[in-house]
């Protein structure tokens, strides 16, 4: 896969649901962080993990990062229709002046 | 909350056609980049930019494409001869330091007919 791989590649929940997304990549990173676009609008960033931290959280949303296993996790708690959107992952590299993206979740909140 | 102002938010233009997408970086932001989204594919990073200098670009950024800061405030993306496969949303993004998150704009959908 490439850098900055999403999985799965939609998902659909009911509202108060968890979701849970997952992301991979290959090459080594500054950061990873996480973005949310609503169709056809810009990109909002929700999160950003440092490479030597494991966990983050900001509010319902909870971010984990395994560096040995070059993956992130993004789980959105208590889901709501409003969350419905394409969520992306985005890998900073180490000279901080590109981030290299995913190809995103499409998540559907049915209320 | 400040925002990175982008405009126009649709452009149309001729191939062959020179287009300027324009955008307005967060005021107190030192670091600047332009990413493209061609419809139903990746975000791709195009170029960032710092203290007027382009500090990174990638192989989709040819001779084709430029940027300027020409003034304290715009950021503007240039394409000098467009081609079809030019068309797609054009977001211009900022931060204060390079390792932030970065503050997207609405982007540009240009449609090169």
């Known amino acids: 896969s490439q850098q900055g791989e999403e999985d799965p590649q939609a998902l659909s929940i009911q509202e108060g649901e968890n979701a849970t997304m997952n992301c991979s990549y290959k090459?080594?990173?500054?950061?990873l962080q996480w973005y949310r676009q609503n169709s056809g609008r810009g990109l909002v960033h929700l999160i950003l993990?440092?490479?030597?931290?494991r966990e983050k959280h900001s509010g319902r949303l909870r971010v984990t990062l395994d560096t040995s296993k070059k993956s992130s996790s993004l789980l959105i708690t208590a889901s709501r229709a409003a969350d419905t959107a394409s969520y992306f992952c985005?890998?900073?590299?180490?000279?901080?002046?590109?981030?290299?993206f995913g190809g995103g979740t499409r998540l559907m909140v049915k209320p | 909350e400040p925002e990175v102002t982008q405009t126009p938010s649709h452009q149309v233009t001729q191939m062959g056609q020179e287009v300027i997408l324009r955008c307005v970086p967060i005021?107190?932001?030192?670091?600047f980049y332009w990413y493209r989204q061609i419809l139903g594919q990746k975000v791709e990073f195009l170029v960032s930019?710092?203290?007027?200098?382009?500090?990174?670009k990638s192989e989709i950024f040819d001779d084709q494409f430029s940027v300027e800061r020409p003034d304290g405030s715009n950021f503007t993306l240039k394409i000098r001869s467009t081609k079809l496969e030019d068309s797609a949303m054009y977001f211009c993004?900022?931060?204060?330091?390079?390792?932030?998150?970065?503050?997207f704009g609405s982007g540009t959908r240009l449609t090169v007919v």
């Open positions: 993990i440092r490479s030597n931290e």
């Open positions: 985005a890998t900073g590299n180490n000279a901080g002046n590109m981030l290299t």
């Open positions: 090459t080594s990173i500054n950061n």
């Open positions: 993004a900022s931060n204060l330091t390079p390792r932030d998150g970065y503050t």
């Open positions: 930019f710092y203290n007027n200098e382009i500090s990174e």
């Open positions: 005021s107190n932001h030192l670091y």
